[in-house]
């Protein structure tokens, strides 16, 4: 079972990233997928949130009309296009998936927002 992210790295405020979340190992469509954040000093909160048939989508308020979660289910790839970034997006991004009885975590990837 993998959940192997990239895309992270370093933008300046005002610009843009994508976050990608590959699964291999399990049956993709049958879980919800989301991504979280860690921030210095802060709990990981969750970002943003797609269900299993794409269709229904959550987002926190700090980042509503900025980020678009999305997910491929033949491709099993989660994404999270980050535009309009803000310093305090700055943080390690991590995708789950979700399911009955289980939660798969990638392993983290580093986003940093810096002029």
């Known amino acids: 079972v993998q959940f192997v992210e990239s895309g992270g790295g370093l933008a300046q405020p005002g610009g843009s990233l994508k976050l990608s979340c590959a699964a291999s190992?399990?049956?993709?469509?049958?879980?919800?997928t989301s991504w979280f954040r860690r921030s210095s000093g802060k709990e990981r909160q969750v970002v943003a949130s797609v269900s299993n048939f794409p269709g229904s989508t959550r987002y926190a308020d700090s980042v509503k009309g900025r980020f678009i979660i999305s997910r491929d289910n033949v491709r099993n790839i989660v994404s999270l296009q980050m535009n309009a970034l803000k310093l305090e997006d700055t943080g390690e991004y991590y995708c789950s998936a979700s399911g009955i009885s289980e939660t798969i975590w990638g392993q983290g990837i580093q986003v940093t927002v810096s002029s």
């Open positions: 190992g399990f049956t993709f469509s049958n879980y919800a």
